[in-house]
């Protein structure tokens, strides 16, 4: 029996690695490895080109990495060689995207595509129009899923040159304020609230939006939200779904399973916002250097750009996605950009420099004017247009009316 049970294991093996081979040879296989609950989802979706990474390494065409961070950065250095033709994706919460420089790997962060998808998939335009663009949101939990959803929101919900939009968070913010300097000089409040949630009820039923984030003992918070609030509908970040579903008043939750979102095969694999982001990159090296607008004149671009160059770009446009919305919602079809009046293309181009603004604040920079009449200083982190459109130039104005035009030409 003991020999009967070896050969079936061998045998097994074999199988294995010839099923491997042929579709690691058919050019479409993903070899997912990391815990075993968030792998089996991964397969469900790939099918029958996607293979069960175990311990051992198998040659496949693709590679996606959910262990944390130092098992997946081991599995990529120990194996580099044998990973050259392949690209791989890697999970990773302290890097973003744009950081690596290796051509065959692309880093991927739960906690920021979730966020991202979120505000997305819930476009507070008409909110923040019902409420004349001012307005309280609530965070309540504050941790790496709740930085970038505050982080994500300020950059995105940009909507009234005059809005205010207060964000309230409920959990430590003391790193995040400490590392983020220029935090204040957004038109655009953030409040960390020293007391408990169950403190600020009044301010729970008056917010225009609260958002739970994961943290521990969430679904007795919940439990005591819902008893505490009379408000119709909480947005909940989970990750069991199927637990909450058990809450009496479940109906006025509305969840957001985040990592299922998150980690899905379209989001790990689709690089469409830094696609884009490298598109608007070229376009302005086109315009202003004579760059040829070709594929491989767009990667070079791109390689030569710093990671928060990059982003910039990302950034830019990932907002042109709220953009988009906006402009449905206001004419019931997005118009070509020759199609704007002098009114509406001016209001674009003064959102895009308060978002241009916010993203050099939410990365530290600041108002200075720099030596030699130079426009920034990136070593001191100071920038001469960080200062209200209304005080630009009409040639520095004219870039943001620009980027409005280049965003809907590609």
């Known amino acids: 029996m003991m020999t009967a049970s070896g050969i079936l294991t061998i045998v097994q093996t074999l199988r294995d690695r010839i099923h491997h081979f042929l579709l690691y040879k058919s050019g479409k296989s993903i070899a997912v490895y990391g815990p075993d609950d968030e792998k089996e989802a991964l397969l469900n979706e790939i099918g029958r080109f996607g293979i069960n990474g175990k311990q051992d390494f ?154 739970v984030l994961t943290q521990e003992n969430q679904m007795e918070l ?35 399973d985040w990592k299922n979102k998150a980690q899905c095969l379209e989001h790990i694999l689709s690089d469409t916002l830094f696609q884009r982001a490298k598109k608007i990159n070229l376009r302005y090296a086109h315009l202003y250097s004579g760059v040829e607008e070709s594929d491989k004149a767009m990667e070079l671009q791109w390689k030569c750009l710093d990671t928060f160059t990059r982003y910039s770009n990302v950034s830019s446009a990932d907002y042109h996605e709220v953009r988009l919305k906006m402009l449905e919602e206001d004419g019931g079809k997005i118009p070509d950009s020759a199609d704007f009046s002098a009114d509406r293309l001016e209001l674009l ?11 050099h604040y939410l990365n530290n920079w600041k108002y200075g004017i720099p030596a030699e009449g130079k426009a920034k200083d990136k070593s001191l982190r100071i920038h001469r247009d960080l200062i209200p459109y209304q005080a630009l130039t009409d040639g520095e104005k004219e870039k943001d009316r620009e980027n409005i035009r280049i965003l809907h030409s590609i």
């Open 349 to 359: 181009a003064e959102l895009e420099h308060i978002r241009w603004c916010r993203y």
């Open 222 to 256: 919940l439990h005591e939200l819902l008893f505490a609030a009379k408000r119709d509908t909480i947005h909940v970040f989970t990750v069991n779904s199927l637990s909450a579903g058990l809450l009496h008043e479940k109906e006025r939750l509305m969840i957001f």
């Open 58 to 211: 198998v040659p496949a065409s693709r590679y996606i990495l959910l262990d944390d961070e130092q098992s997946n950065f081991t599995f990529y250095y120990t194996n580099k060689s044998k990973l050259s033709d392949s690209m791989v994706y890697l999970k990773c919460r302290t890097l973003p995207a744009g950081a690596v420089c290796e051509s065959n790997l692309s880093v991927f962060c739960p906690e920021e595509t979730s966020a991202r998808l979120f505000w997305k998939e819930n476009c507070i335009y008409s909110l923040s129009k019902a409420h004349n663009h001012e307005m309280d949101i609530v965070l309540i939990g504050f941790d790496k899923l709740g930085e970038n959803l505050l982080l994500f929101g300020l950059q995105n919900n940009i909507f009234s040159p005059n809005q205010k939009i207060t964000y309230h968070v409920f959990g430590d913010g003391t790193k995040f304020r400490a590392t983020h300097t220029e935090l204040d000089s957004l038109s655009d409040s953030v409040v960390f609230e020293p007391q408990p949630w169950y403190d600020c009820i009044s301010l729970i039923e008056k917010a225009a939006m609260v958002i």
